[in-house]
Structure formats: structure tokens, C-alpha cells
């Protein structure tokens, strides 16, 4: 039998037309290397490990959704016990979340308003104790943990 081109099948193959192509292309002087090397600015391993790992910086406080999603969590699982599912759970809060009214939700915006406010206050006391020095790049204690 013989085969029968049709017309959907290109007349040139992808590698021929691959060729043509990076043919038309400039040909520049960098290498990969060098180009990628270039537009990427260069940071000591130390400077991003220091940043990553300072053990005295406060923990943002979470949103309050959070709070509203640790409470909702509790009712969630005392009416249904044999859901187990996170994603399940996680659905349902984002559902009852979105039909709350904003006079529900007030009381978990109080909340993590308070939390922000003490975060604020425990960042500018870091940032000045961070200035003056007084941290050392190994100091584990810190004023604010609980």
C-alpha cells in the first residue's frame, strides 16, 4: 500500500524549520553562563542565610480570617466527626467566610487588628535593638517569645 501525505503534515520537518530559524537569529559574543550571570545581581550565601534565619525577628500575626478559621475549625469537627479532610474543612470555612456579614466578622478583625498593633510594637523594639547593635547573629533570646 502506499502512504498518502495529507494536508495537515508540513511540508518541512521541525528540525529543518528549527534550523532556519536560529539561522535568522543574531549570534551574540555571551555565553548562558555569562548572560544570565549578568542580569542576575550577586549575593553572598551568607547575607541570604543571615535574613532567613534570624531567630529574634517577631512572627507576623495572622489575618483574621485565621482566627475566624480556628474557631469555625472547633464547631466544624463537634458537628461533623467523620469529615477529616483539611480541604474539606477548608471548603466550608471559605463558604460560611464569604455569607458572614461585616458586624460577624468585627470580632476576629478586633483580634488580629490587637495582634498587628503588638507585632508593631515588637518590630520597632527589634529594629532598634537591631541597630544599636545589641543582636548578635547567634543569640537565641528574645523578649517577646511566650
Not at 488580629?112 to 510594637?121: M, P, S, V
Request: include cysteine.
Amino acid at each position: 500500500m502506499a502512504k498518502i501525505a495529507s494536508a495537515s503534515v508540513p511540508a518541512e520537518t521541525p528540525t529543518k524549520t528549527a534550523h532556519r530559524k536560529m539561522a535568522l537569529r543574531p549570534k551574540s559574543t555571551m555565553t548562558v553562563k555569562q548572560h544570565s550571570a549578568a542580569r542576575r545581581p550577586k549575593t553572598t550565601a551568607a547575607k541570604k542565610k543571615a535574613s532567613k534565619l534570624d531567630a529574634n525577628k517577631p512572627k507576623k500575626p495572622p489575618t483574621a480570617f485565621f482566627y475566624f478559621l480556628e474557631d469555625f475549625r472547633k464547631e466544624f469537627q463537634e458537628q461533623n466527626p467523620d469529615v477529616k479532610s483539611m480541604r474539606e474543612v477548608g471548603k466550608a470555612c471559605g463558604e460560611k467566610w464569604k455569607i458572614m456579614t461585616y458586624e460577624e466578622k468585627v470580632q476576629y478583625y478586633d483580634v488580629a487588628t490587637e495582634k498587628r498593633a503588638e507585632f508593631e510594637k515588637a518590630m520597632a523594639h527589634y529594629l532598634k535593638k537591631k541597630e544599636n547593635g545589641e543582636y548578635d547573629e547567634f543569640d537565641d533570646d528574645s523578649d517577646f517569645d511566650e
